[in-house]
């Protein structure tokens, strides 16, 4: 069936459709040990849609045994190359084959426009596998140079376990980020997808299986951060944890790893990213188009977002009019309907820290130009307004924190010294833009930002061939491109005495 309909056929699909909600262990669905579960509701109207297996410390016992086993086992770690690479392409082509199903499921699990969720997010993820699986011969190994009486091999080795946490904003593609790497260096996989979002992983590991993945070596818990996420952070026999959520949360695996046994950490942590205009922008439209959807896409909820937009002073009224007027065609609405930009928040607990949020902004003497409500209450789901703030100061909380929502805070500077100081004052560092023709600048602004990626004439590009990470609190290590490949996996050191 073609994925192109209208409203009124995807919220017919919508209806139709039916839900895994068991966890994903050794090959079997099965029911949370305790049989407890939780409610699933969807943010676009509030309903719930099924309730999924709960799983806690016993769960997560019982998943890393049957990692461990499959890895022990050695039928995915020992399989040839070329064969991993077949399994984790059928992998890729099910996921395209299966996007109607995914991009719905993110959709009524997330509330992102279904528009986005077909283009982009089922896409990307299968990309994101495919691209790892190309990768599985491509991580070679080395022979150092000793003395003719020894040889000595430097090989890249599996880590053994891993632990995958991923967050709800976007859950496959974040799933997909780890999941690909991960598999592909050889290793076994415990996921857990957040409580709010976890229909799409669980459909994954069913699709993997299908793809030929041998039983136990991807299984999905489903189940609460401080629950089943704790366990896997504190589990003894889990190798090493990637983790992409909130720099707090990231902050309790790094205790966690101390507790334990000190098992290895990739940490993808919040953002506050400045979005920085100069007056001697090449296209300023393309700017303000990009500072728009860089707030907006999503309903903000990106830790790329760029929340803070920095404007040089002599262009800020002319600029912030254009990107008022992108924003005014990106008003929330239901996310079934194709021609929506900008769907739900995802559930009514981040809603409310949004709009706490927006009044803290208000009382704090920001000037509120757009937006700043929640809207389509009526329908039960979880909506505010694209949401702008002029004059604001750098020490607003709506400038430091992480919203994590439709809220852009507009900042203004002299020159370049001036944009570095507000750009860097912040204890994240994980994305910036640079909107100039100046060559100069551009690169100064590039070396000096402090920052995982700087966007130059662009905002938010992206590919698997380079590594996406964070400086300072925004966290360790990345995902993406050979990095990731490397991240997942260990150096061995094996010296041969030929001589003997």
Known sequence: MAIEADVNEWRRRAAALTFRNQAFI??????????????????????????????SERDIDLAVAAARRAFEKGLWRNMA???????????????????????????????????FSTAVDIRAAAESI??????????????????????????WEPVGVVGVVVPWNFPLIMAAWKVGPALAAGNSIVLKPAEQSPLSAIWLAELAVKAGLPEGVLNVVPGFGHTAGKAMGLHRDIDFVGFTGSTEVGKLFLTYSGQSNMKGLSLECGGKS??????????????????????????????????????????KDE??????????????????????????????????????YISEGVSAGANLVMGGSQVRSETGGFYVEPT?????????????????????SVLTFDGVEDALRIANATIYGLGAGVWTRDLGTAHQMARRLE??????????????????????????????????????????????????
């Open 274 to 315: 400045p979005n920085i205009v100069f007056s001697d922008a090449p296209n300023l439209d393309a700017a303000a188009k990009a500072a728009a959807f860089g707030i907006f896409f999503n309903q903000g909820e990106m830790c790329t977002a760029g929340s803070r937009l920095l404007i040089q002073k002599s262009i």
């Open 451 to 500: 920052s995982g990626t700087v966007w130059v004439n662009c905002y938010d590009a992206s590919d698997d061939t380079v590594p996406f990470g964070g400086f300072k609190q925004s966290g360790i290590g990345a995902d993406r491109s050979m990095h990731a490949l490397k991240k997942f996996s260990q150096l061995k050191t094996s010296w041969i005495n030929v001589a003997a």
């Open 130 to 155: 495919r691209w790892s699986a190309e990768a599985i011969d491509k991580l070679y190994g080395e022979v150092a140079p000793t003395s003719p009486d020894v040889l000595a091999l430097v090989t």
């Open 26 to 55: 050794d090959g079997k669905f099965v029911d949370a040990v305790s049989g407890e579960t939780f409610d699933c509701a969807s943010p676009v109207d509030g309903r719930v849609l099924t309730t999924v297996a709960s799983c």
């Open 388 to 408: 702008i703030f002029d004059d604001v100061r750098p020490d607003m909380t709506i400038a430091r924190d992480e919203i994590f929502g439709p809220v852009l």
């Open 319 to 356: 600029f912030l009019a254009r990107v008022v007027a992108i924003g005014k065609t990106m008003q929330a609405g239901d996310p079934l309907d194709p021609k929506v930009k900008m769907g739900a928040i995802v559930d009514e607990k981040q809603m409310n820290r949004v709009l706490g």
């Open 81 to 115: 190359p070329k064969q991993r690479k077949k399994v984790l392409l059928r992998l890729a082509d099910l996921l395209i084959e299966n996007t109607e199903q995914l991009a719905l499921l993110e959709t009524l699990d997330m509330g992102k426009p279904i528009r």
